[in-house]
């Protein structure tokens, strides 16, 4: 059964840096292609960032590219997402979930993803 956890967010100031990371216990991630996506408040949940299964191919939505940077560690099981520069209308919970329909970052509709667990907050402000 497919489970993931999201760590790693917090306050920060504009400017700031984090770095969230999604891992399971239940399944290896290097099985799928992993999205992150936010919600932020009062909007839609939003495709941020993909990486493929082997990591080859990683996709950005335009507003996060060049501050956002999507990696795995397969030895530690476990998908990043370094968010740099970060911005107020960067704040909301961010998920990570597995592309059930491709291993290459094909799609980006928040129904081909799974699972979605409690997220991570991350809100920037000063």
């Known amino acids: 059964q497919l489970h993931f956890e999201e760590s790693g967010g917090g306050l920060v100031q504009p400017g700031g840096s984090l770095r969230l990371s999604c891992g399971s216990s239940t399944v290896q991630l290097d099985y799928y292609a992993i999205g992150w996506f936010r919600q932020a408040p009062g909007k839609e949940d939003e495709w941020l960032s993909c990486?493929?299964?082997?990591?080859?191919?990683?996709r950005y939505v335009d507003s996060v590219k060049g501050r956002f940077t999507t990696s795995r560690d397969d030895d530690k099981n476990t998908v990043y997402l370094q968010m740099n520069n970060l911005k107020p209308e960067d704040t909301g919970v961010y998920y990570c979930?597995?592309?059930?329909?491709?291993?290459?970052?094909?799609?980006?509709?928040?129904?081909?993803?799974?699972?979605w667990g409690q997220g991570t907050q991350v809100t920037v402000s000063s």
């Open positions: 979930a597995a592309d059930l329909k491709s291993d290459y970052c094909d799609g980006q509709h928040r129904g081909d993803f799974s699972p």
């Open positions: 990486i493929s299964d082997t990591g080859g191919i990683v």
